[in-house]
């Protein structure tokens, strides 16, 4: 008698939507003291454009977009000022942001002159020729500066502390669809990293996690929030990160469907660190660009 074909475990279809989906990361979301301090730094000092801001005095906070191009194509990063708030914890799971220049020494020299703390001087890494640099900004949010030829994408990374860089691997490749473009392990330094993202990284955003040996906990603050990245299905996509969070950990903290007022679908979620990411309909996101 014949074997039986083996039957298709019922999640396997669902499980292949994340590297199917359109998919890309839109902004990250934190806290700043100050917004208009805030935008005159990343204007001024890192050539960032305000491409829009918006005041809800009703729920007593303003918001602010900057980057380097459209939020139709670009990642950028969306500033909270909550009413009467000056200061935040960033904790010590936050790493930074980075920026690619072509000439991170110039760079250095105009952040300095506008009076911005430099916390690594420009120059290669240890044992490398890449050329990096490292400064703070007036949240004391720090900024990697990265020198690289030109590219579509200079936000180019947001980096995370984990406690577990196996887990969080997995969990960004099977929740996320996200690939592992680097990996790079330095044990005289005692940490590991991995770039983990939807291109190359010389092309996109790439999310930095960062394993430090025998970490396995850090504080989240309450200054950094979530990075969010556009979805053509918000239901399917909540339905992958429900099955992944049973298997790897994490939490969904807020069921796919509208905001209300807004319209636009989103779903949000914890991965196993706490990490929170935020998962936008493409259309919606499109549509709010142009309200």
């Known amino acids: 008698m014949a074997?039986?074909?083996?039957?298709?475990?019922?999640?396997?279809?669902?499980?292949?939507?994340?590297?199917?989906?359109?998919?890309?990361?839109?902004?990250?979301?934190?806290?700043?003291?100050?917004?208009?301090?805030?935008?005159?730094?990343?204007?001024e000092c890192f050539g960032m454009k305000l491409l829009r801001k918006r005041d809800i005095p009703e729920e007593k906070y303003s918001n602010a977009f900057l980057g380097f191009g459209s939020e139709e194509s670009n990642f950028v990063v969306e500033l909270t000022y909550n009413y009467g708030v000056t200061s935040y914890d960033i904790g010590t799971g936050f790493g930074h942001f980075a920026i690619a220049s072509q000439d991170v020494y110039k760079l250095v020299e105009d952040i300095r002159a506008k009076g911005g703390v430099i916390t690594r001087e420009p120059g290669p890494v240890k044992g490398g020729k890449s050329v990096i640099a490292f400064v703070k900004d007036p949240d004391g949010y720090v900024f990697e500066l990265i020198q690289?030829?030109?590219?579509?994408?200079?936000?180019?990374?947001?980096?995370?502390?984990?406690?577990?860089?196996?887990?969080?691997?997995k969990f960004y490749e099977k929740a996320l669809g996200m690939r592992v473009v680097k990996k790079v392990d330095k044990p005289e330094y005692k940490y590991t990293i991995a770039m983990l993202g939807y291109a190359e990284e010389h092309e996109t955003?790439?999310?930095?996690?960062?394993?430090?040996?025998?970490?396995?906990?850090y504080t989240k603050g309450n200054a950094y929030a979530q990075v969010?990245?556009?979805?053509?299905?918000v239901y399917r996509s909540a339905e992958v990160v429900s099955l992944v969070t049973q298997e790897l950990g994490g939490k969904i903290t807020r069921p796919a469907g509208p905001i209300p007022g807004?319209?636009?679908?989103?779903?949000?979620?914890?991965?196993?660190?706490?990490?929170?990411t935020v998962l936008v309909d493409n259309e919606d996101f499109l549509k709010e660009l142009h309200q």
């Open 205 to 217: 955003t790439v999310l930095e996690l960062t394993y430090n040996y025998g970490v396995t906990e």
């Open 262 to 276: 807004l319209n636009t679908k989103i779903t949000s979620f914890l991965d196993p660190d706490g990490w929170k």
């Open 148 to 169: 690289r030829g030109p590219t579509p994408e200079p936000l180019c990374q947001v980096m995370l502390r984990v406690g577990d860089l196996d887990r969080s691997i």
């Open 228 to 233: 969010a990245i556009g979805t053509d299905d």
């Open 3 to 43: 074997e039986a074909a083996p039957v298709a475990a019922p999640n396997a279809e669902l499980l292949e939507w994340p590297k199917k989906d359109k998919r890309r990361f839109l902004h990250a979301v934190y806290r700043v003291g100050d917004l208009d301090r805030t935008i005159k730094f990343y204007t």
